[in-house]
């Protein structure tokens, strides 16, 4: 049973950020009347991790794609599982502490392998794109970490012995997930070792040249696993796609798993793993 829910323990996460703790330092700086604020262009504004998110649901599906539709996302730095797997899910994600906040989330995840050094080989995920309902986590995200999040709208419906996520992006349904919850909760919780998330963090040049001024590829820690309950089920994907996001391109050779679950976990920090620009 663990190795069957090891896929889920991908799927969370990517964290809300909430403006309040200053990173940047201002030492060279005079005192200003807006310091430590928004409106002081001398300062970077976010949360320091861990960030914890509980009972957040998550409706996901386990298939199987080409070859070379994952070669095309992951870059080479990572190893692609050999079966061929990719994870796509829709869910609600709940931070708790002092700053709690709620939003939806959507996305695709591939597990991968990383040769960190001479022998040790680390397992995790690699994050292509994720669609958030919400500016603030998609901006922390995506500034901090290096998540390629995206704003979207998101809906995760329970009803009629079935769950339905489904990510809409001007228009068009992109990702559209079904699994049906007829079966039996399983209601014990269990916890999963997690390998983090890969992610590639980008900022390009102010002259948009083809240039960066960061190319990362970044490790982000995930901590403390667990999947509170769950249902297994039969489950169904569909792929929409726009010129800028042609999820439609990603075939869909075989669906192997499908669950509706109810999960908590911890967002650590990061650490770059390889620098593009060195």
């Known amino acids: 049973m663990m190795s069957?829910?090891?896929y889920l323990a991908i799927i969370v996460l990517t964290c809300f950020i909430p403006f309040s703790i200053v990173l940047a330092d201002s030492s060279q700086y005079e005192k200003k009347l807006f310091e430590g604020t928004n409106l002081d262009s001398h300062w970077v504004i976010f949360s320091k991790p861990p960030f914890k998110l509980e009972k957040n649901?998550?409706?996901?599906?386990?298939?199987?794609?080409s070859r070379e539709a994952l070669l095309s996302m992951v870059p080479k730095e990572?190893?692609?599982n050999e079966e061929n797997e990719i994870i796509f899910y829709v869910g609600k994600l709940n931070i708790v502490g002092d700053y709690p906040f709620s939003y939806n989330e959507g996305g695709i995840v591939i597990p991968v392998a990383y040769k960190k050094g001479t022998d040790e080989?680390?397992?995790?995920?690699?994050?292509?794109?994720?669609?958030?309902s919400e500016v603030g986590p998609l901006l922390g995200g995506r500034e901090v970490y290096g998540y390629n999040k995206h704003f979207a709208e998101i809906k995760l419906i329970e009803g009629d012995g079935q769950v339905r996520g489904t990510v809409t992006q001007r228009g068009a349904t992109l990702i559209d997930i079904t699994v049906d919850t007829n079966s039996k909760k399983v209601t014990n919780s269990i916890k999963i070792e997690h390998g983090g998330h890969f992610v590639i963090k980008r900022v390009p040049s102010a002259a948009y040249d083809g240039t960066f001024e960061v190319n990362q590829l970044n490790r982000v820690e995930v901590l403390d696993y667990i999947v509170d309950d769950y249902i297994k089920g039969d489950g169904k994907v569909l792929l929409g796609g726009t010129d800028w996001d042609p999820l439609n391109r990603i075939p869909i050779e075989e669906i192997k798993e499908a669950y509706y679950s109810?999960?908590?976990?911890?967002?650590?920090?990061?650490?770059t793993i390889h620098d593009y620009l060195q």
């Open 57 to 65: 649901k998550i409706v996901s599906v386990k298939a199987t794609t």
């Open 121 to 132: 080989e680390v397992n995790g995920y690699f994050v292509p794109i994720l669609y958030l």
């Open 78 to 80: 990572l190893t692609v």
């Open 4 to 6: 069957n829910l090891k």
């Open 262 to 271: 109810t999960e908590s976990n911890i967002l650590g920090v990061g650490e």
